[in-house]
Nanobody
C-alpha cells in the first residue's frame, strides 16, 4: 500500500530555513508526480508545490522564490527546501502523490497525503 512519511519539520526563526523530506513506498515512485501541501491551525489545507516526472515544477504564489522542490528517484524521496521563512509558513506540511501516473498532473489531482510534519516559524 502507498505510504508517505514526512520528516524534517521543527521550529525556525523568521528568515530561517528548513528542509522537509518525504519518503515514499508501496508504488512506482518514479511514475507519479509528487507535491507538498500545508495546513495552518483553523485553516484549510493549501497547495504549496508540485514536482512532475518530466522535471517541471509548480509553486504557490506565497512561496515562489523562497521554496524549492526536488525529488531523488533513487531514494524515492521528495524534498522541500524552505528559505526566508515567515510566520505565515507555520503549519503541518504533508506530501502527496498524483492519483494517476504520467508526466502531467495538476495540484488538485494530488492525494494520498502522509501524516505530515509540523513547521513552526516565530
Amino acid at each position: 500500500h502507498v505510504q508517505l512519511v514526512e520528516s524534517g519539520g521543527g521550529s525556525a526563526q523568521s528568515g530561517g530555513s528548513l528542509r522537509l523530506s518525504c519518503v515514499a513506498s508501496g508504488y512506482a515512485y518514479t511514475s507519479y508526480a509528487m507535491g507538498w501541501f500545508r495546513q495552518a491551525a483553523g485553516r484549510e489545507r493549501e497547495f504549496v508545490s508540485l514536482a512532475r516526472t518530466d522535471g517541471s515544477k509548480e509553486f504557490a504564489e506565497s512561496v515562489k522564490g523562497r521554496f524549492s522542490i526536488s525529488r531523488d528517484n533513487a531514494k524515492a524521496t521528495l524534498y522541500l527546501q524552505m528559505r526566508e521563512l515567515k510566520a505565515e509558513d507555520t503549519g503541518v506540511y504533508s506530501c502527496a502523490k498524483c492519483q494517476n501516473p504520467g508526466s502531467w498532473c495538476e495540484w488538485d489531482e494530488l492525494g494520498d497525503w502522509g501524516q505530515g510534519t509540523q513547521v513552526t516559524v516565530s
